[in-house]
């Protein structure tokens, strides 16, 4: 279980075919490696994957087939920025939201606005998971808690701080790069009570 609350901008170092439908990862994070031990949690643009090894450090991590056709990991290449976090822990602050690392779709960029200390951004919206997502509510973009400014059937945006902008993959994202979408488990949970009632 994660926040959704980056605690470092890492880099790739390898992106490697394992043979067959899987990858092997290695990433250089110096913060979330400097306790990481073999088998530990790390989500990566909001991807939750397992340490395998922890060496100077850069750790490595399978990614299975399900994983790259479900995320925009695999367009990742060396020296690609990427968001990380390490795993909360019983009594961490909870200063995002619950956040899974199960990524539930993949999005574009199709609108960046600045403004004078903060920026709009404006995604499609895949139509599978247009009912998960509210205004005011919670989502998760590569790895970041965000709110919900605007949504549409097609679209949502959401507002970025400095922060945000400066310590996340999301201030230099262009138009038309993907990023990887978590919705609100919760509102999936809610779903499954009412006996998916949703029709279309």
Not at 81 to 98: C, D, F, I, K, Y
């Amino acid at each position: 279980m994660f926040t959704g609350i980056v605690e470092e901008l890492g880099e790739v170092n390898y992106l490697t075919d394992a043979g067959g439908d899987a990858a092997v990862i290695a990433i250089r994070g110096p913060l979330v490696t400097s306790d990481a031990r073999h088998g530990d949690s790390i989500a990566v643009n909001g991807v939750c994957l397992t340490v395998l090894d922890n060496v100077d450090g850069v750790f490595t991590a399978d990614v299975m087939g399900e994983t790259l056709r479900r995320s925009s990991l695999g367009a990742l290449r060396p020296g690609s920025p990427v968001n990380l976090e390490r795993a909360a822990t019983v009594g961490s602050r909870l200063g995002g939201h619950l956040v899974q690392g199960h990524v539930d779709g993949v999005a574009r960029i199709i609108a960046r606005e600045p403004a004078d200390e903060w920026e709009v951004l404006r995604f499609a919206l895949p139509s599978e998971l247009s009912r998960y997502v509210v205004e005011k509510g919670s989502i998760t973009v590569d790895g970041v808690s965000l709110t919900v400014m605007a949504v549409d059937e097609q679209s949502f945006s959401v507002g970025l701080i400095p922060t945000t902008l400066k310590l996340t993959v999301l201030g230099a994202k262009a138009i038309g790069d993907p990023v990887n979408l978590e919705v609100d488990v919760i509102a999936k949970y809610v779903e499954k009570m009412l006996g998916d009632r949703h029709v279309g």
